[in-house]
């Protein structure tokens, strides 16, 4: 059957080290009868949020479950592991880095509003849930509020500020947090068999799944490229036009998602610049860093998120525009940054 898939080997689900806070609070809601029926799971990208949401579905769907997991060999399980359960559900975009739309969202409000198939659970993963257009979330809404039965719809959001308040309201939120390095790394190690595991989770900003992706193909090179020509930007070496050209043939989306986890990355350093946390930023950036106003950094980054929702609300985006200006409004932040800098040094000249 099914069986020389990959994804097969993943079965049952089981929690990555750094979720067990996370899944013995869920299992724990369950069993005390308290699950809501729409959950929320939070975090950046890259924690395996979608890994959890999938083990707590086959988990609830598994007809008899050994030490809080899917026992992976009855009914119930077997239909998992096949992609074939009438009673879970997996709500992704038709095409990836595209939007999820109404008419997807309006095949599910049929799907809650009956009774499940199998006698017990109904589950539904919506993912990524910003990635619903702002008609489809307005169709869930229904769903949200009358589902029949046990139904559990767990939204996935790597940036939960832009799902719909309205349906954000409707779901408890789980934060998945970005794990320490003592439960990361040596998950990563072993992965990867590589004395780079270290410099890999850095560069992922910590989170241990896009870590890994970057051993694949030349992601790492994209992506310190990426990185170093942001620097150039920030020097005055490279117009924000000319870089925006560089980036033309890259995936937009992910470079947004590279660009809110570097410019993240920054803030944590600026945070915990004395604690020795936190990745450190390229030589050549730290003297602008030294003038940089945090509250701008974090408005910075909101515009870049709201830049993700318009690549992901639009359907046909102006993609070197919206880039251009990104990397305009990097430069001009840092030419502030230098200023202030500057500034500062020359008043404590005597
Ligand atoms: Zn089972």
Redesign the pocket.
């Known amino acids: 059957m099914k069986d020389s898939e990959p994804k097969s080997v993943d079965f049952?689900a089981i929690p990555y080290p750094w979720q067990q806070a996370e899944w013995q609070r869920v299992l724990d809601q369950h069993l005390a009868d308290k699950l809501p029926h729409a959950l929320l799971f939070a975090g950046q990208q890259g924690l395996g949020k979608s890994h959890l949401a999938q083990a707590l579905g086959?988990y609830l769907?598994?007809?008899?479950?050994r030490s809080g997991l899917?026992?992976?060999?009855?009914r119930?399980?077997q239909l998992n592991r096949a992609d074939t359960h009438p009673d879970f559900k997996l709500i992704r975009p038709e095409e990836a880095g595209k939007a999820i739309k109404i008419d997807q969202i309006r095949s599910l409000a049929e799907y809650v509003s009956k009774t499940s198939q199998q006698g017990g659970y109904k589950v539904v993963i919506i993912e990524p849930a910003e990635a619903m257009n702002i008609n489809a979330a307005n169709a869930l809404l229904k769903s949200l509020e009358e589902p029949a039965g046990n139904t559990l719809i767990v939204l996935v959001s790597h940036v939960p500020s832009a799902v719909m308040p309205t349906v954000r309201s409707r779901c408890q939120t789980l934060t998945l947090l970005t794990p320490s390095k003592d439960l990361a790394l040596p998950w990563l190690a072993a992965m990867a068999s590589d004395d780079r595991a270290e410099s890999l989770l850095q560069f992922a900003d910590g989170a241990p799944l896009a870590a890994l992706a970057l051993l694949n193909g030349d992601l790492l090179e994209q992506r310190q490229g990426f990185q170093s020509t942001l620097s150039e930007v920030a020097l005055g070496q490279v117009s924000p036009l000319e870089a925006a050209k560089k980036f033309l043939d890259l995936d937009t989306l992910e470079l947004m998602d590279w660009l809110i986890a570097w410019v993240h990355g920054i803030a944590c350093y600026l945070n915990a610049k004395d604690s020795g946390r936190g990745q450190t930023p390229e030589a050549s950036l730290l003297p602008l860093l030294e003038g940089l106003d945090p509250t701008l950094l974090y408005r910075y980054l909101d515009k870049i998120m709201m830049s993700k929702r318009q690549l992901l609300s639009s359907a046909n985006p102006n993609k070197q525009l919206l880039l251009e200006e990104i990397l305009m409004d990097w430069r001009a932040l840092a030419r502030l940054s230098y200023g202030r800098a500057r500034q500062a040094r020359a008043n404590e000249l005597p």
């Open positions: 049952p086959q769907l598994c007809h008899s479950p899917a026992c992976g060999e009855c119930a399980c």
